[in-house]
């Protein structure tokens, strides 16, 4: 079963101070790796596809990077407005070897930057 | 910027009750998903359709739950006799195929349901 796990729940920061974020998944067969910022009563909305160990993506203050195990958002100087639940999420090939894209989530971390 | 619409944004119903979520994809998208997150938990697989059948489903997804694309712009997710546990907030996603198969879902801004 595919399994995506985020580090930590929660994480405050003071505006600018930089940091990481984790997502460790197990899965059968990587076919992607997602990454969502979600605001609170909204739909998850997109920031990055990674599709194999060693890529990175950059967006503003973000940067996604992927490993055969995790990944990690870095935050750099982040600012009140970053502050969201990101969420990492897996799309894996099924039993049968096919990808119809199936996502798995982790649980989030909530992010809050304070000015 | 194309985006994908879902109504109504909140539903309230009795138990045992049908309901009827509906949304609205990327017009040039060719995947349609549902999925849902439970207050406080994670978002949750219900259901993949592609080429006007299901091609993937959890087992949430029991018979129960039943989805259909009545016309080329509309995907609804039904739920025939709701369940308090059935509480949540609901999401429809869309993505483009492209070769490879492998891109990125963009998700409406959800349903909440509420079964009283």
């Known amino acids: 079963e595919d399994q995506v796990t985020q580090s930590p729940e929660a994480l405050r920061l003071q505006e600018g101070e930089s940091s990481s974020l984790n997502c460790s998944y197990t899965?059968?067969?990587?076919?992607?790796l997602f990454w969502y910022r979600q605001d609170p009563g909204k739909g998850p909305e997109f920031l990055f596809t990674l599709y194999s160990a060693g890529e990175e993506k950059e967006k503003e203050r973000l940067k996604a990077t992927l490993t055969k195990k995790e990944s990690f958002l870095h935050i750099t100087a982040p600012k009140p407005e970053d502050s969201a639940t990101y969420l990492c999420?897996?799309?894996?090939?099924?039993?049968?070897?096919?990808?119809?894209?199936?996502?798995?989530f982790g649980q989030g971390t909530i992010l809050t930057v304070h000015p | 910027e194309p985006e994908v619409t879902q109504t109504p944004s909140h539903q309230v119903t009795q138990m045992g009750q049908e309901v009827i979520l509906r949304c609205v994809p990327i017009?040039?998208?060719?995947?349609f998903y549902w999925y849902r997150q439970i207050l406080g938990q994670k978002v949750e697989f219900l259901v993949s359709?592609?080429?006007?059948?299901?091609?993937?489903k959890s087992e949430i997804f029991d018979d129960q739950f039943s989805v259909e694309r009545p016309d080329g712009s509309n995907f609804t997710l039904k739920i025939r006799s709701t369940k308090l546990e059935d509480s949540a907030m609901y999401f429809c996603a869309s993505r483009l195929r492209l070769a490879g198969g492998v891109n990125e879902q963009f998700f409406g801004p959800g349903t909440r349901l509420t079964v009283l």
């Open positions: 017009s040039n998208h060719l995947y």
């Open positions: 999420a897996v799309q894996a090939v099924n039993a049968g070897g096919t990808s119809y894209g199936k996502l798995t």
């Open positions: 899965v059968s067969g990587l076919r992607g």
């Open positions: 359709f592609y080429n006007n059948e299901i091609s993937e």
